[in-house]
Structure formats: structure tokens, C-alpha cells
């Protein structure tokens, strides 16, 4: 395909975002009668889901403290849903398991998912939760845990074939998808977009809709936005990147499975109790402490992370993730991942230097509540920054396609920049991750 010299949309991003909002205008313009997906285009300056999107874990979970952040959940569990097998998705549920200092969250978390319509359930009290969690892994161990949420949908999705199905879905309406076309600039003329530079040619365009995932930063700054904002009564820098901790590993001799034989559901587990290796002893954490888990992404073995770690405002992202050294995890964090797994699971106790390990990782670049950003920044840029919660919201393309088109989406009133002026940030969970 040749690049157009315009299009009324161009979508800058070949990521979840980027191709669901490309596939969601495609339905919106339709429906509306105003258009067609012949009218979008993608521009993706790598391969699609070559970014964060193609990395990701995977987990697909509501356990969010942000009442906001539970509906565009909601709306992006429904889309896997209507096509689990076309998406890679498998619902096994979600638990967390978490200390006292975070129980009333997830009473407060349950209560909302009860009101929309999620279904989960809350267990209280260490015996209770002990009980709960046998049942599903007889060897778990639950000192302290004073809480299980445990959401009956939810679970996790083969991250490529997700990416690849929105791809599909989108081309069958018309959207015509540009790999290898990289955005070089932003022409604005009197504060609007005029066209897109690219290293194919310009594009002028009606209207510019970018789901730039860890490259949020430098979109902003060929918008000409302020890299800073207010809030609170301070001035924050609009992104802050963390470096993800997450990884594939295996044993020789033992599985995540659970009671039955079965792959288990997603678990998270929160712990404040000091976390020791499973190699010496030693203790790697003395305060807040976490892990994420699943079974690997081959079908065996173990797949999870852990909390990130804050790099600032300055980093190298290129090249982006597993291949790059500087972005995927050592031995340090395989030590901190083995010791939570041996500490919640009998079965992988005295196994610490027995591990196969996949290293992987990223860059996430985080807003300044740790919330999505979306909307429109210019009359007619709008823009989609996840702050890395990014592959389970791929109903985020659904209601943004909807704001655009139909005028306004209330559900994403709460994500817009003008509310960190208005002092107005999401709600913080007693969670060690930024993104609780």
C-alpha cells in the first residue's frame, strides 16, 4: 500500500489502543452514517504490537481501586469476551490476596464491581482466606492475609493473538494499516493538526488520534505541549517512566496447577511481612512487597512480575523491550520473584537456584497520577496515554472511538488532563504498585 497524502483519521499506534480506536471509529463512523474505516488509517513505525502491548503479561483483571477504572475494565472484559477465542483469551478469574493495610480496599473494590455488574467475591479473616485459597492450592501458605478478592472473570489473553485480532477486525472494516511508516513530526497550524510527517510522506488529517503507549513522552512534545502540569499546588512532569519487572519461569520437576490438576487463576499477592530468598535466607524486603502470577506463557511454568522500579523523566527507549539489556530484568529480581512464589506455595520451597528463567521487561511511562490521560489535548489531536495499564483496556478504543464521534463518553470524564488543574486526581489504594 501507498501511504495517502491525507486521510479524515489517522491513528498514530499500532498497539491495543491504537488499533482499537481504529476499528471502533470504523463502527462509530458507520453508524453514524458520517464516514466509513475507509476514512482511518494507522500509522505503526515498527510491526504491530511491537511495543508494550506485544510484551505484556497479559493479565486481564478489575482490581482497581479508581471506581472509573472498574467501568472501562468492565467494557474491555466484554470485548474479550465476545471473542475469547479470536483474542487468546482465557478466563481462569483473577485473585488478590493481600494484607490487613489493604483489606478495605478490597472490600471498597468488591462493592463496586458488585455495582456494575462484575462478578467477584470477598473473603475477610486469615482463616477465612486461608480456607478460600486451599481449596484452589492446597500447599498455600496465607500468614497475614486478611483479604481474597476473588473476581470470577477476568484472567489473561495471549498478548500477539489480541493484537492480531483487533488488526483483523479493523481491516475488515476498511482500516488500512501502515507498519514500518514512523512519525517523524506534527505540522500545526494555529494550534490544530494539519498533517502528520512521517518517514513515508505527510499526511494531512482532520483529525489525529494516537495511542502512544511508552512513547506518550515524545508525542507530547511534537504536539508542543507543556511537559509539565499543575496539580495539587505543585508543578509534575506530564510522564515519569518506570522500568517493568516481569519474566517466564520454570522448573524441572514442578507446575503451577491447582487442586485439580488445573491451570489456576491469575493471583496477586501483596505482603508487608519481610520478604527472604529462597536461596540463602537473607531478606530482600523488609517493607511492602509484591508479586504477579500465572501460568507461562508456553503452558508451564510460571509467568509474573513484581512492583516496578521509578526511572525519572530521562531514559533510552530504543531499542524497546526484551531485546534491549538495559530494559528486561537480572538476577536480582529473579531472587525477589522465586522468594514471593516459594513464600505462597509450598511446592516451589528450596527451589531458588533450581530456576529457568526468560527474562523480560519494558519501559512504562506513567502520568503524573498514575492514571490514563484521554481526550483531546488540541482541537484536534486527542490522544490516549495509558500510564501503562495499557493490553487489558482494549475497551478503551471502544468509548474513545464514542467521545469522538458521538460528541462526548461521560465514563471518560474522569481521565481528562484538565482534571489535574482542577485538583481532582484519582483515588491511591494502599497498594505498593503504581497502577492499584
Not at 511491537?50 to 478489575?62: E, K, L, M, P, Q
Not at 525519572?312 to 530494559?327: A, I, K, R, S
Request: with cysteine; glycine share 14%; aromatic share 10%.
Amino acid at each position: 500500500m501507498t501511504l495517502p497524502d491525507s486521510s479524515p483519521y489517522v491513528v498514530v499506534g499500532g498497539g491495543v489502543h491504537g488499533l482499537s480506536s481504529a476499528y471502533h471509529l470504523a463502527l462509530e463512523l458507520e453508524r453514524s452514517g458520517s464516514g466509513s474505516g475507509k476514512d482511518v488509517i494507522v500509522l505503526e513505525k515498527s510491526r504491530i504490537g511491537a511495543g508494550a502491548s506485544g510484551i505484556a503479561c497479559g493479565v486481564v483483571r478489575n482490581f482497581y481501586f479508581s471506581p472509573a477504572m472498574a467501568e472501562v475494565i468492565r467494557v474491555s472484559v466484554e470485548l474479550f469476551e465476545s471473542d475469547p477465542v479470536g483474542f487468546g483469551y482465557r478466563p481462569v478469574g483473577y485473585i488478590a490476596a493481600v494484607p490487613e493495610v489493604q483489606a478495605e480496599d478490597c472490600v471498597a473494590i468488591q462493592g463496586r464491581q458488585a455495582e456494575i455488574g462484575y462478578s467477584s467475591d470477598i473473603v475477610l479473616g486469615e482463616s477465612r482466606c486461608q480456607a478460600h485459597m486451599e481449596a484452589i492450592f492446597p500447599d498455600w501458605n496465607g500468614d497475614g492475609i486478611e483479604a481474597v478478592l476473588h473476581e470470577r472473570q477476568g484472567g489473561w489473553a495471549a498478548t500477539s493473538q489480541t493484537v492480531e485480532n483487533l488488526a483483523r477486525l479493523a481491516r475488515a472494516k476498511g482500516v488500512r494499516i501502515f507498519e514500518g511508516v514512523e512519525v517523524t513530526g506534527i505540522d500545526l497550524h494555529d494550534g490544530s493538526v494539519h498533517a502528520v510527517e512521517t518517514s513515508a510522506g505527510s499526511v494531512e488529517t482532520d483529525l489525529l488520534v494516537a495511542g502512544p503507549g511508552p512513547w506518550a513522552g515524545h508525542l507530547w512534545r511534537l504536539l508542543e505541549l507543556e511537559p509539565e502540569v499543575r496539580t495539587n499546588g505543585e508543578r509534575r512532569p506530564i510522564v515519569t517512566y518506570w522500568k517493568l519487572q516481569e519474566g517466564d519461569y520454570w522448573l524441572d520437576d514442578v507446575e503451577l496447577t491447582d487442586a485439580k490438576g488445573n491451570e489456576p487463576p491469575v493471583v496477586h499477592l501483596d505482603h508487608v511481612l519481610p520478604l527472604r530468598s529462597d536461596r540463602d535466607g537473607g531478606v530482600i524486603e523488609d517493607g511492602p512487597w509484591g508479586i504477579y502470577y500465572k501460568i507461562g506463557r508456553r503452558g508451564f511454568g510460571v509467568q509474573g512480575g513484581g512492583v516496578p522500579i521509578e526511572l525519572g523523566t530521562d531514559v533510552e527507549l530504543e531499542p524497546y523491550g526484551h531485546e534491549n539489556p538495559d530494559h528486561i530484568v537480572g538476577d536480582e529480581f529473579t531472587d525477589y520473584f522465586t522468594a514471593g512464589l516459594a513464600w505462597a506455595h509450598k511446592r516451589f520451597r528450596g527451589k531458588g537456584r533450581e530456576w529457568h528463567v526468560d527474562p523480560h521487561g519494558g519501559i512504562g511511562a506513567f502520568t503524573p497520577d498514575n492514571y490514563p490521560i484521554v481526550g483531546f489535548v488540541r482541537p484536534n489531536a486527542y490522544v490516549i496515554m495509558d500510564s501503562n495499564h495499557g493490553f487489558k483496556m482494549i475497551g478503551m478504543g471502544k468509548l474513545a472511538a464514542r467521545d469522538i464521534v458521538g460528541g462526548g463518553e461521560s465514563r471518560l470524564e474522569p481521565f481528562r488532563l484538565s482534571r489535574y488543574e482542577a485538583g481532582i486526581t484519582h483515588a491511591v489504594s494502599n497498594s505498593p504498585y503504581p497502577w492499584n
